[in-house]
């Protein structure tokens, strides 16, 4: 006999996908791609913030450079604002990758919240 194939919606393995099953399973898989975008977010920002910080640092050592063959106090001054400004566009990244993965896991929690409110229904 040929073997039957399970449909992945059918939750409980009764041969029937219901509206409830199908929301859960939707529910699971809006689940995962929140997850994996949370996840190359993450990535993202990370080696976004990474190479900003190299391009910051490299371009406040060549200001630093410059203003110091014009004037040496005046370059060191530079130096000092060009490095508390890459240190605040780290911490703006910080807070945005904070404020992303926030947003993504409220949203999960809405995602399991319907589902629940499709199985109370179901019920």
């Given amino acids: ?9 059918d939750l409980n393995g009764d041969g029937k996908v219901t509206l409830g099953e199908r929301a859960q399973y939707y ?3 809006a689940g995962e791609k929140i997850e ?4 190359k977010l993450k990535d ?3 080696a976004d913030a990474k190479e900003f910080g ?6 406040a050592k060549d200001l630093g450079a410059k203003a110091s063959e014009k004037a040496k106090e005046f370059g060191a001054k ?3 604002k060009a490095k508390d400004l890459g240190a605040k566009a780290a911490d703006k990244a910080k807070d945005v990758y904070a404020d992303a993965k926030e947003e993504l896991a409220e949203a999960a929690v809405k995602a399991k919240a319907k589902v629940e409110e499709f199985k109370n229904k179901k019920a």
């Fill in 1 to 9: 006999m040929a073997e039957e194939t399970k449909n992945p919606m």
């Fill in 27 to 29: 529910a699971g898989k």
């Fill in 36 to 39: 994996q975008a949370a996840g």
């Fill in 44 to 46: 993202e920002v990370k």
């Fill in 54 to 59: 190299a391009k910051a640092a490299e371009k």
């Fill in 78 to 80: 530079a130096a000092d």
